[in-house]
């Protein structure tokens, strides 16, 4: 079944990684991997690892399908210079998805668009909030208005912050070269300003960039970063996906809060 997504939508892809190997699953995932990936694969000490890769590649190659005629083993994919990569086939329909992916222990989720920039993090928040590190990863601002909340509102804004961080970065394709530190989010606020940036950092655009937070079960906490355009109207298509896209469930609500600014 061909899908279509327009300007106006971002479709969020949710795949709950199964807990124990299917051998039939895994030789047709396997099949549509590159040598590459299949060498990757293969580099993974733990089953749980291996198991959480392939499905994560195996989902980005047979949704894409569904937005383009091509087969998954047909997808190719290039990395810009800090490692992002994007879709290579020189078929227009193709060319024209942007995509971004990530994934906690149990849960990969994707987010595609049409010709704008995404960028989206899930992260498991049944774990505990690591809010030491704070400290050192988020901007003085943000460390400060944590250490103000009571204790046991921390995690849950601490969840909020790295997701949104976690979004921005990799929607501008630069990961971590973009210390987490040098931009600020004011979820307290109400003036506007959803991201506010150092002078030293290469983006002087915070009205270039739109965010939501989501919360599609009780244990993880998903942020997305969506590149502004003209078109300003945005809707959210989200779907619960089984490896090789086996079923697929539309669903409605996970969409629970916007940043300020959006």
């Known amino acids: 079944m061909q899908l279509q997504i327009d300007p106006h ?3 969020l892809w949710h795949l709950y990684v199964p807990e124990q190997d299917d051998a039939a699953c895994e030789e047709a995932t396997m099949a549509l991997l590159t040598p590459e990936e299949r060498g990757k694969h293969g580099r993974f000490h733990f ?3 291996r198991r959480r890769y392939l499905m994560t590649r195996g989902l980005i190659r047979t949704l894409l399908s569904r ?3 091509i087969a998954p083993q047909d997808w ?3 990395n810009n210079a800090y490692g992002r990569p994007a879709i290579a086939n020189v078929l227009q329909q193709a060319r024209r998805l942007r995509f971004n992916i990530s994934h906690s222990a149990s849960l990969v989720v994707a987010a595609l668009t049409v010709e704008r920039e995404v960028g989206v ?4 928040t049944g774990r505990n909030a690591p809010l030491e590190i704070a400290e050192h990863f988020f901007s003085a601002k943000e ?3 944590l250490r103000q909340l009571p204790t046991g509102l921390q995690p849950a804004r601490f969840w909020d912050l790295w997701t949104l961080k976690e979004s ?5 394709g630069m990961g971590l070269s973009i210390p987490l530190d040098r931009f600020s989010f004011g979820l307290d606020e109400g003036d506007g300003t959803a991201i506010a940036f150092r002078h030293d950092l290469a983006d002087d655009s915070p009205g270039r960039w739109r965010f939501w937070r989501m919360q ?3 244990a993880h906490a998903v942020a997305l970063c969506l590149e502004r355009t003209a078109v300003e109207d945005v809707r959210f298509v989200c779907f619960k996906a089984t490896p090789l896209l086996a079923s697929v469930e539309e669903f409605e609500g996970t969409v629970t809060r916007q940043s300020p600014g959006s």
């Open 9 to 11: 939508q971002v479709h």
């Open 47 to 49: 089953a749980r690892d």
């Open 67 to 69: 937005y383009a005629p």
């Open 76 to 78: 190719e994919f290039e």
């Open 121 to 124: 993090d899930v992260e498991h």
């Open 143 to 145: 460390a400060e208005a």
């Open 168 to 172: 921005y970065i990799k929607a501008r």
């Open 216 to 218: 599609p079960d009780e």
